[in-house]
């Protein structure tokens, strides 16, 4: 199957400072990824949606300025938390359908952010 | 607006079958999706439905109506790494997935 990787897994950063994400795709093209935040015990939540050569779309609530992603190829979107803050501690989750399938979307192993 | 409801959370004994339903509202319907989700990892794909009826795939099997608004993943055979939590997703007008809250199925031995 289509294998996403996502870089770093796991990261701690001190409040006030900016933390870069990659979600690559491995063995096919993606035009689209999408970026998801989940909570403890909650599910989830689609921040925006990353178009390559484009400008992201995102979510109602989701502050552009503080989330920039970037999709420079078809096989990289980035997510810059900028700022971080500790409310921004979560696990963010990448996923990408195969170019011209939407129907099944793969997700990267995410990436937990803690922010001290 | 949309909408997609789940149980929070299930019990069920391991070898034995259980049934997590899944309802939904939404504007538009691109197919309804079901993810299994362990703690601390990303969600992997289970099963994928379009048209109404039954899709078997090993253990587990999905079930659409689509007039119902309406879906169940069948889980058979339970064994203890099913432990996990169980994500309903229906794909909107848009293609994007509109995502349940998931249901904790915990298995015991």
């Known amino acids: ?116 | 607006g949309q909408n997609i409801d789940q149980p929070t959370e299930m019990t069920a004994t391991e070898g034995a079958i259980v049934q997590i339903n899944c309802t939904y509202q939404t504007s538009g319907f691109n197919g309804l999706f079901w993810y299994q989700q362990h703690a601390g990892e990303a969600p992997t794909f289970l099963s994928y439905n379009v048209l109404d009826g039954l899709e078997e795939k090993g253990r587990f099997s999905s079930f659409l109506s689509r007039s119902k608004g309406y879906s169940y993943l069948l889980l058979k055979e339970l064994q203890m790494k099913d432990s996990a939590s169980y994500l309903c997703a229906v794909g909107d007008s848009n293609y994007q997935l509109i995502w349940g809250a998931g249901t904790k199925l915990i298995i015991k031995p």
């Open chain 1, 1 to 116: 199957g289509a294998v996403v990787s996502q870089h770093p897994s796991w990261v701690i950063c001190k409040s006030g400072t900016s933390v870069k994400i990659e979600c690559r795709s491995l063995d096919f093209q993606a035009t689209t990824m999408f970026w998801y935040r989940q909570f403890p015990k909650q599910s989830l939540m689609l921040m925006a949606t990353s178009n390559e050569g484009s400008k992201a779309t995102y979510e109602q609530g989701v502050e552009k300025d503080k989330f920039l992603i970037n999709h420079a190829s078809l096989t990289l979107s980035t997510l810059t938390v900028t700022s971080a803050h500790p409310e921004d501690s979560s696990f963010y989750i990448c996923s990408a359908p195969r170019t011209g399938d939407f129907y099944e979307q793969y997700f990267g192993p995410g990436t937990r952010l803690t922010v001290t």
